[in-house]
């Protein structure tokens, strides 16, 4: 059964740091590149990074560029997010998910809130 499970959400202030976490089983994690996507109040579900198989390549959304850093650990089968100068913009859901077009489940997601 493929599952995701996205861990390390909470509330912090504006400038600092988030570590979110993505625990993947029941597919081969290292033959998927991974991405995470986050969804604001009222908004629709965006890409914000992904990372391929490997981890040698990264892309990331304008609005987090230089601020974010997607990596992943294919021993664990875990994808991470390092979130740094966090703003009031980036208070949404976060979810991890393989990249379009292999959609797994989504996971329940893990809620990140930037506010003073």
């Known amino acids: 059964q493929v599952q995701l499970v996205e861990s390390g959400g909470g509330l912090v202030q504006p400038g600092g740091s988030l570590r979110l976490s993505c625990a993947a089983s029941g597919f081969t994690f290292s033959t998927y590149a991974m991405t995470w996507y986050r969804q604001a109040p009222g908004k629709e579900r965006e890409l914000v990074a992904s990372i391929s198989n490997s981890g040698r390549i990264t892309n990331y959304a304008d609005s987090v560029r230089g601020r974010f850093t997607i990596s992943r650990d294919n021993a664990v089968n875990t994808v991470y997010l390092q979130m740094n100068s966090l703003k009031p913009e980036d208070t949404a859901v976060y979810y991890c998910?393989?990249?379009?077009?292999?959609?797994?489940?989504w996971g329940q997601g893990t809620l990140v809130t930037v506010s003073s």
């Open positions: 998910n393989r990249l379009s077009g292999y959609f797994a489940p």
